[in-house]
């Protein structure tokens, strides 16, 4: 291959690989009954979330979503994987990417869902994208692959080169067998990418098979062999007052909103509860846990959770939210109202932003948070996980801001 052909050949490269990627996804997709797009598009918060909200919130209309998505995915992946139409499966990729990024873009503050790392402003999808839109306009015979074949035979008046194996490096040139070899490339790459598939699915089969014989656990994992039911109960969970207010001893926690789990290092856990909480699957727990008497749920204050109560509420939800709040040096208030504003039956620092606060002497804005939320006439409090934050709260002063050991819980 000259060196002339080496631009071509890298083009080509970055075509198929681009292919491939969108095929399996498409086919991920396909392959899987449970899969939805709910999940990503109710957590959208930019441009267009209305719209994404609106789909998510439709079942008919998201099953049409996600039928045009996952086909969508499948056709732009052949026609990229193996040559044909390639500016048309180029610019439909790049309208699915542009899609996928307005809908949950890497912007700080907007907390991107279900990636794989964090990212600033930019991320796989727009790499992606601007990749497909360079693809879109190189010239087609520039790449291997039937497109490149088709323009050449065109050119060529229909004719077919003999025996003589001339490589067309002129697009007026007869294609050749050499030719032909370079437009079909991509096809035993299809064929490898639906063997490779097929045998996926076959080894995550046995895979489910042998666990569900053989009852085996790996690292922490546990096999649950029965699980209790609604009707198994013996009575609601007990409950006591705190400021006048009835509420459960038993909390529902705010990580199927937040996704934020504290699970040492395996950094894929967060994102998996971010996959499986759907919204639906939210509105569900938050009802098992009303029908087990759970009436209180300590959520973040953020336009997620919001979203998700009032969602919720309208489907006649009772649980009681208990707010994390997140107080800053320039502006104390306005997250701390936010919740209160929406239902909030009581309020309190979060315990990150206290520990950090009462790290920085910042004593001053721990107190006032709390005064401010008490004026309210709810529940107000602050959490901690240092001994310094508590002996800040208790004492009102900074006398045990030495003391970095943890505390219990």
Known sequence: MGKKNIPGFLCTVLRVFIGWHFLYEGF???LNPNWTSAGYLSNSSWLLSDAFHWIA?????????????TWGLILVGFGLLVGVFTRLSALGAALLLALYYIANPPFIGMGEFSAEGTYLIVNKNLIELVAVLLLAVLPRDLMWGIDRLIRLYQASGGEIAGPDDRNCADAAEVPGRREWLKAFTSIPVLGSFAYVVARKKSYEEQFLAASAESRSV?????VMENFSSLGELTGPV?????????MSRILCGGNLI???AHSRDLVYVSPLIKKYFTEEKIIETFQLCEACGINTAVLRTDDFTVRYLKRYRERGGRIQWLAQTYPTLDDPFSNIQKALDNGAIGAFVQGNIADTQVRDGHFELVARSVEYIKSQGVIAGTACHSLATEDVRRTGTGCGFLHENPAPG
Request: proline letters at 9%; hydrophobic letters at 50%.
């Open 258 to 260: 937040s996704g934020f």
């Open 57 to 69: 919130a439709n079942p008919p209309v998201l099953a049409w979503v996600d039928l045009l998505n």
């Open 238 to 246: 007990p409950g006591a007052a705190i400021g006048g207010v009835k």
């Open 218 to 222: 790996t690292s922490a994992s546990i």
């Open 28 to 30: 991920a997709k396909l």
